[in-house]
């Protein structure tokens, strides 16, 4: 069994910050690319950013310079720092995480956690 717990979501105003969370638990023998998506209300979930295991980034274009993905690989958590907040980056954030373990590899999500920005 495997879980990804995501934290930090909030309401926040614009310029804000905020700093999201994602720690994978369970019987896990690697983690290879890990990320964060984002779905807001209406729309299709779209691609954040994403950290491999060597620390290779990939940001979505409306990301660039204002959000940093990072990992911590000994304790399995990947991490979203966002600055400069505006409405539109209101959504649901979701993590990803490519697992492997016993012999299979899959990608396993978060339950998403919510970000408003809003003044």
């Known amino acids: 069994q495997v879980q990804l717990v995501e934290s930090g979501g909030g309401l926040v105003q614009p310029g804000g910050s905020l700093r999201l969370s994602c720690a994978a638990s369970?019987?896990?023998?690697?983690?290879?690319?890990m990320g964060w998506y984002r779905q807001a209300p209406g729309k299709q979930r779209e691609l954040v950013a994403t950290?491999?295991?060597?620390?290779?980034?990939n940001y979505a274009d409306s990301v660039k310079g204002r959000f940093t993905i990072s990992r911590d690989g000994t304790k399995n958590t990947v991490y979203l720092q966002i600055d400069s907040l505006k409405p539109e980056d209101t959504a649901v954030y979701y993590c990803?995480?490519?697992?492997?373990?016993?012999?299979?590899?899959?990608?396993?999500w978060g339950q998403g956690t919510q970000v408003t920005v809003s003044s």
């Open positions: 990803v995480a490519n697992i492997r373990r016993w012999g299979l590899e899959a990608d396993y």
């Open positions: 369970g019987t896990i023998f690697s983690i290879d690319t």
């Open positions: 950290i491999t295991s060597g620390g290779r980034t």
